[in-house]
Structures are given as C-alpha cells and as structure tokens.
C-alpha cells in the first residue's frame, strides 16, 4: 500500500472538493479501492500504486479544468472520471456551453458558491472594467448591478491588484432625513447601506469580512464622507447615483487618484431627490458620455435575474409611465 499527498494551489479547495465534499465523495465511488481523505486545501491517497496513478491522471484533468473557473457538476466529474473529457472542452475556441461559460465567473463566493455574469450585458460591464477606469451602469432593479460591482472589487483586492475597497451610496432615500433617524452616526448611515453588506457577506466569509472592516480594508461610508480624500490604489463603487446631485457626483469623481478603479451604478426610473435638483447620473450621461475610459454600460428587463415576477412588475410600472410621458 502506498500513500501519496495531493496540494490543491492556484484553485479554491472548497470549490473543488464540493459543498460538504460532495465532489470527492462522487469520486470515491470510481475508486472503490482508494482510500481517499480531503482536508483543508490537501488530498490524502491510500492504495495500491497503479490505482493511485490512475486516480492522479484523471484528477490532473479535473484540476485544469476548475483552474479555468468553469462550473463543475456531476456531468463533468462523469465525463472525467468515467470516460474522458473531449478536447473541445479544453479549447478556448470552442463552443462548448460549459466552455462558453469562461468568463463569465466572476469568483467563488462563501461555500464555493459560483458568482457569474448571468446575462449578455453584465458579461458586457465585466469586459468593460477590464478595459476602462471609470464604468457607469445603470437599469432597473434587480439586473445585478451592485452585486456584480461589488464581485469585481472583492476579486480585484484577493488577487492584489488593490489594496482597499471603498464602497458608498448618497445617504438620501425617499424622502428621509438622517438626522430624524434614531442612533448614532453608523446606526443612522447602515440601512442605506445594507445592500453593499449584502453582497460582501455572500463573498467574504464573515470573520475576515469583519476584520476587513475593522482595519479600513473595506469601507463603507455615504457619499458625503468622500468629500476632500483622494482615493487611490482601491476599487470604489457607488451606488445609487441617481441620488446624488451634479456638484455631488462631480465632488465624488474628482477623488480619483492615479491608481484608482471607479464603478458608478444606479436606477434612472428611481430617483428620489427633491424636484428641484437634477440627478447627477443623468448629468453624468450627458456629459461625459465621449470621454475615453469611461464606459457606459445600459442593463435593461431582461438583465434582471430577481424572481420572474419582477420583471412583470418592471414591464407594468413601465406601461404607466409611457402612457403618462
């Protein structure tokens, strides 16, 4: 009997082995002959050696084909563990649908969840901020726009390529007024922000996440708290611009240091500022619109990836307002 000892790098374990390892308990069962125990980021074989070569050839298949961050499910374990992988799979070029679906993983989330582009035009924003430092997204509700901004930054900060995240929304919402709210400062600001923390938690696991937030990795902070900083080597996101007025948005994108990433996104059918003050994001269209870096990417009904009723409920707000328009 022989032993050997596996290291699983350049590949998130919990992502490979499977929820609960249900990948490796699925291959357990092609290698009745194996002892094989996962643990932490390690995979311990024990058996004869030929079954062990056997078992490694096929697992050096499985290895490239999840360091190309395509899904992994029990077809593809199949195909691997039983037969063999068609070349195809493995071309860039094909046109394969597991293939297909390359880059449009974003990162795995907490217990190897899969974060993805789901729709053409968030696939569109992800290609748009590899290519641009200033990207604007906007469209209705439910399209994906924070969360896919916000998965972009927390790969961005674990593959180094910035050392904080800053994320941000104008603290003005339905008419309300911080001051009328109960608590201090943090307990005031939170509900605003309680969508960014949303998709944070589903991305981070919770005790980093919290030292994160204790050391300024992250920070979230209205808008106001911008005023005055320059915000370089991060990656920072604001939310709901179309809260936020000309002189506000103009304040905010004139932070940007040298090495910075900004991702603006908000909802033009939901502006909630006081008749009398013009949307920053709609002035923001106008203007900048030409400028070379700044991508503008537009997310419609169909990117919406909520519960189906939504769509339904956009598509008959919509109804009223065109025939009021």
């Given at each position: 009997?022989?032993?050997?000892?596996?290291?699983?790098?350049?590949?998130?374990?919990?992502?490979?082995f499977g929820v609960n390892n249900?990948?490796?308990?699925?291959?357990?069962?092609?290698?009745?002959?194996?002892?094989?125990?996962?643990?932490?980021?390690?995979?311990?074989?024990?058996?004869?050696?030929?079954?062990?070569?056997?078992?490694?050839?096929?697992?050096?298949?499985?290895?490239?084909?999840?360091?190309?961050?395509?899904?992994?499910?029990?077809?593809?374990?199949?195909?691997?563990?039983?037969?063999?992988?068609?070349?195809?799979?493995?071309?860039?070029?094909?046109?394969?649908?597991?293939?297909?679906?390359?880059?449009?993983?974003?990162?795995?989330?907490?217990?190897?969840?899969?974060?993805?582009?789901?729709?053409?035009?968030?696939?569109?924003?992800?290609?748009?901020?590899?290519?641009?430092?200033?990207?604007?997204?906007?469209?209705?509700?439910?399209?994906?726009?924070?969360?896919?901004?916000?998965?972009?930054?927390?790969?961005?900060?674990?593959?180094?390529?910035?050392?904080?995240?800053?994320?941000?929304?104008?603290?003005?919402?339905?008419?309300?007024?911080?001051?009328?709210?109960?608590?201090?400062?943090?307990?005031?600001?939170?509900?605003?922000?309680?969508?960014?923390?949303?998709?944070?938690?589903?991305?981070?696991?919770?005790?980093?996440?919290?030292?994160?937030?204790?050391?300024?990795?992250?920070?979230?902070?209205?808008?106001?708290?911008?005023?005055?900083?320059?915000?370089?080597?991060?990656?920072?996101?604001?939310?709901?611009?179309?809260?936020?007025?000309?002189?506000?948005?103009?304040?905010?994108?004139?932070?940007?240091?040298?090495?910075?990433?900004?991702?603006?996104?908000?909802?033009?059918?939901?502006?909630?500022?006081?008749?009398?003050?013009?949307?920053?994001?709609?002035?923001?269209?106008k203007i900048l619109r030409d400028?070379?870096?700044?991508?503008?990417?537009?997310?419609?009904?169909?990117?919406?990836?909520?519960?189906?009723?939504?769509?339904?409920?956009?598509?008959?707000?919509?109804?009223?307002?065109?025939?009021?328009?």
């Amino acid at each position: 009997m022989l032993e050997k000892l596996i290291t699983v790098e350049n590949v998130n374990p919990q992502f490979l082995f499977g929820v609960n390892n249900s990948n490796i308990n699925f291959i357990k069962k092609r290698f009745p002959k194996l002892k094989i125990v996962a643990r932490g980021s390690e995979l311990k074989l024990i058996g004869d050696e030929s079954e062990i070569m056997a078992f490694s050839s096929k697992f050096d298949k499985l290895l490239e084909y999840a360091s190309r961050r395509l899904d992994i499910n029990e077809d593809v374990l199949e195909k691997i563990f039983e037969g063999d992988l068609e070349k195809k799979v493995f071309n860039p070029n094909s046109t394969n649908e597991e293939n297909g679906k390359l880059n449009n993983i974003i990162l795995y989330g907490n217990n190897a969840k899969v974060i993805r582009a789901r729709t053409e035009n968030q696939v569109s924003f992800v290609k748009a901020v590899d290519k641009n430092d200033i990207i604007f997204a906007h469209g209705p509700a439910g399209t994906g726009k924070t969360y896919t901004a916000v998965a972009l930054a927390v790969r961005a900060l674990r593959n180094k390529e910035v050392k904080r995240i800053i994320l941000t929304r104008p603290a003005v919402e339905a008419g309300e007024s911080l001051g009328f709210l109960p608590g201090d400062l943090k307990e005031k600001i939170d509900p605003y922000l309680r969508p960014l923390y949303d998709g944070l938690e589903d991305m981070i696991p919770s005790e980093k996440l919290k030292a994160y937030l204790e050391s300024g990795v992250i920070e979230i902070a209205p808008m106001a708290f911008m005023r005055g900083r320059t915000l370089d080597n991060c990656y920072v996101i604001l939310d709901e611009a179309q809260n936020s007025t000309t002189a506000q948005l103009k304040m905010f994108l004139t932070r940007m240091g040298p090495s910075a990433k900004m991702i603006i996104t908000g909802d033009l059918s939901q502006i909630d500022l006081p008749r009398k003050s013009n949307s920053g994001l709609v002035e923001a269209s106008k203007i900048l619109r030409d400028i070379k870096g700044i991508a503008w990417i537009k997310l419609t009904i169909e990117d919406v990836v909520r519960h189906k009723l939504v769509k339904s409920i956009i598509k008959a707000y919509q109804t009223i307002t065109d025939s009021n328009d």
